[in-house]
């Protein structure tokens, strides 16, 4: 019986080790392959550097390996990696190739992450790189596809395409990292491929306003991803360097917030790889060191000795560093997050990056008729522990059951159409549509309609202390009724043209004051809602429902901590004075809400977010 292969050790911080795949006219014959030591400093071996193939492709199942032989020993490797290797074999050539999964020792998690640090390298100086999509029989519709593809014949419609889109490496979290830095991919699937590019000018081309909305998301998800390649190729002139020094509109591209939003919920099989996956092309990730100069933020450095609570929360920190408002990453947090599957340990402020976001933003993108410049607050990190203070919350009294709009009578929702026919809304992505409805549609019709809605959801939640059987009023504290956000949402959600149903995931609140609010489904009575500004733009209102709960140990000392804040205690917006002597409010988050309208001014509270 042969001896396991056994990895000899790197020896410098840019050593890597290529595989020298051995040709073969046998499809059935075994994969044997000799692995080879080399470093990008090195000069000996630079014939064979610059010929090598990396290789990007989904790990697959770990149950299910097969064997291959590397310098006469075997190594068991996941079925994925076996078919790529056995259809990138030549016939009569070696093939010289670098897959993750043999040329990193995976048991090593130093070498690891030595490795990491230098991923972006390795891909950036590749001949080739082939994005192997799965095996595949020549006759499939996706090889039939790529082969036309590749031909310059044309591709009939979505349904070929689809079929190559849908493969599972669209969806998974390091190809995105491994792509960017390519400089010539290739799409392969069997053991058919064609360029990149090509595959991506079939998409262009493609008319999405007919197509369902999985057919637009696949095609939204190679998009992304062309574009981060093509501005890579552009803005670095295929030289690999950090992402610094970028535009507002690159930032807002490429920064780690955007990419973690993009890419949330996508497959990885260590769920620390949804961060660690980004740190090489997301923007400020670098940081300037006196001593180092300029070196990898140390928040992102891929550790995996790290918890992946830990992870995810220093990924906060970093995007604080990057941000001077309150992080736009905290409206990720919802209360569908409070699941058994939610990571151990993540603060309830921290997204769990791992699972899909279930509910729709419903952020203000513009400033409501009650918006005070008062309510502008500042924030504070101390530990794990997101701080901020508030001059104006509510407290919630009682909550329905879930909105939705599915037992909503059809007749009646075309009924509000034809009244409401001058709102036409163009774009379903934009978030602002109460103020499309607004300006486009008579306020006369809008007040009209507001009495038969109101009674459509009275009938639905059947809870009088919510929506009681006397109609809403007309006007809220002498403001008209278009002028208040809640009930134009609930009108809003009636509209069939209206694609973007804000109301999943959600209830209806009243508040201590009366207030009418759209609250996560999870909101019990004690919560509070919060409402603040973090800073001067229009997007930057928030307001979230928190649930209050009592500290037992070490009360004091925290509240210290977070009251006199001292400049080496990390993060904050304010000038850390005018704080002390508040009262501290410990509270976990539920999500995002939206209210009508809060009440009196009331005395400054710090809230602190656990």
Known sequence: MALEFLYHPLTSPDSIRLIELQPSRDPAASIQCRLIHTSFSSNSLRDIFSHYTALSYVWGCPDKVKTIWIDGRPLKITESLFSALHDLRDETRPFSVWADAICINQINNEEKMMQIRIMGKIYANAMNTILYLGPAAPESVECQCIKAIRDGNRVDGMQMIERVLSK????????????????????????MRVKWEKICSVVDEIRIGTLKATQREKLT???RMKTAWDDH????????????????????????????????????TDPRDMVFAHTGFAAHTHMYDANSGTRLDPDLEADYSKSCADVYLSAARHIMKTRTQLPEFIKQADDRDNHPSRIAGLPSWVPDWTRPKMMSQISLTSKPYWYREDLTTSWRLVGSILAFA???????????????????????????????????????????????????????D????????????????QDDDILPPEVFPHTVQGIRIRDSLVPFFLILALHPRYELDHLTGRALARTSSGELAIVPTSTQKGDIIVGFSAGSYYDDILQFALRPFQIEENLEMLNKAILNLTREDKFTTDDMTGWEGYPVLHCEMIGQCLLGNFGSYGNCQIVAIH
């Open 233 to 268: 190729r552009r803005l670095h002139n295929d030289q690999l360097k950090p992402y610094n020094g970028w535009s507002n509109e690159q930032d807002e591209v490429q920064d780690m917030l955007a990419l973690l939003r993009a890419r949330r919920g996508m497959g990885v």
């Open 221 to 223: 998800v190679c998009s």
């Open 390 to 444: 508030v001059r104006y919350s509510e407290t919630v009294v009682s909550t329905s059951i879930e909105l939705s709009i599915v037992q909503i009578p059809h007749g009646f929702r075309q009924k509000l159409a034809l009244k409401l026919g001058k709102a036409m809304f163009y774009d379903t992505k934009r978030k602002d549509h109460w103020y499309e409805l607004m300006d486009n549609a008579d306020a006369d």
């Open 168 to 191: 599972e490496w669209f969806n998974r979290v390091w190809v995105f990292q491994e792509l960017v830095f390519s400089n010539n991919p290739w799409v392969q699937c069997g053991t």
């Open 446 to 461: 809008i007040d009209e309609v507001w009495p038969e809605s109101y009674e459509v959801w009275r009938q639905l939640i």
